[in-house]
């Protein structure tokens, strides 16, 4: 009996972990690119997110980003960190809101596999607007521990994909340009 007390404990002390994904880290490709981009100048100024998203990963507890940010706010950043680095922020150029249109994740996609699929529609104060989708892939695992932080921990991957995919668009330029 005292052996199915501490494994039932066990089990719910586990469920309560949130996990968090790493910082976002920029990606030396969408830098590159976004040098490139000459007439880009701006910043994403606000993301909404009006579509509900669930952030509980199996029975382990929500995947939430770093300091305390909210997914918006975390995408809104990798943006702004992204097009700093390549010199092309600008708090007087180009102001980017939008909304996040699709958002959700799998850990046990194909038994050991995960995504995260994340769609955007972006709006430019100049009046131009751009829609995103990107689905990032990844190796998780078969057990709710280390699917679970594999997901957290591919956050920030895909969100460097998702940038990638929208910095690719012929369509960026005109969103970003004055």
């Not at 030396?28 to 690119?33: C, G, P």
């Not at 976004?34 to 997110?49: C, D, H, N, R, Y």
């Not at 997901?151 to 369509?171: F, G, M, R, Y």
């Amino acid at each position: 009996m005292k052996k199915l007390l501490v494994v039932a404990a066990a089990l719910v002390l586990s469920a309560c972990s949130t996990m968090q994904p790493p910082r976002y880290a920029v990606s030396v490709d969408n830098i590159q690119k976004l040098k490139q981009l000459e007439t880009v100048e701006g910043e994403f100024v606000s993301l909404s997110q009006t579509v509900p998203f669930s952030s509980n990963c199996r029975l382990m507890g929500p995947i939430e980003p770093a300091d305390g940010l909210s997914i918006p706010d975390f995408i809104t950043k990798a943006f702004n960190d992204e097009l700093k680095m390549a010199d092309r922020f600008s708090a007087e150029g180009i102001d980017i809101t939008g909304e996040i249109t699709k958002i959700e994740f799998s850990s046990v996609s194909g038994l050991t596999n995960g995504y995260w699929d994340i769609g955007l529609k972006l709006k430019s104060s100049n009046g131009e607007s751009l829609d995103v989708s990107n689905k990032y892939t990844f190796k998780s695992g078969f057990d709710a521990i280390t699917a679970c932080n594999a997901t957290a921990d591919a956050l920030s991957p895909a969100v460097q994909d998702l940038i990638k995919a929208t910095i690719n668009q012929p369509e960026f330029v005109s969103l970003m340009a004055k």
